[in-house]
């Protein structure tokens, strides 16, 4: 917006500028920010921002998140980390192939492998932490082989 027509121009000359003569315009009447919270703007926090105050849950000291990382993927989406030429390749010879894809898991940023979908019936190798029943049952239904890695 070109500088003539903001409300700065439009008001000079005029001495309160729009903030009226009674109350004037100070600078920070109630506070900065958040201030007031538990006070004078209790009101509104209480309306408006319920349970803003306060604590939740026990604390729990010198958490360490390594021993909790576990990502998981699903079975459905185990043959999209195989290269495509590769897959096709694999999808061709079917039960047929003399060599099964091997995906190592780990290396792919992912420790657990859950069982939702369904697999093509082509021999497959996995290595991961963890399988859940699931995943194992289809896997080797499938003619595959789950291998436990640390």
Aim: aromatic share 8%; net charge positive; proline share 5%.
């Amino acid at each position: 917006m070109p500088t003539r027509f903001s409300k700065t121009r439009q008001h000079r000359g005029d001495v309160s500028a729009g903030h009226g003569r009674v109350g004037k315009h100070r600078k920070h009447p109630g506070g900065r920010g958040m201030a007031g919270g538990a006070h004078h703007h209790r009101t509104n926090l209480d309306k408006y921002h319920p349970g803003y105050f306060g604590k939740v849950g026990m604390r729990y000291f010198h958490k360490t998140t390594n021993q909790y990382w576990k990502p998981t993927i699903n079975l459905e989406k185990l043959w999209s980390l195989i290269p495509s030429e590769q897959r096709e390749e694999y999808l061709k010879a079917g039960k047929n192939g003399d060599t099964a894809p091997v995906i190592d898991l780990l290396n792919l940023g992912f420790s657990k492998v859950l069982g939702k979908g369904r697999l093509p019936e082509i021999p497959v190798v996995i290595r991961a932490r963890y399988f859940s029943k699931e995943a194992e049952r289809k896997i080797k239904e499938a003619g595959g082989v789950c291998e436990l890695v640390a």
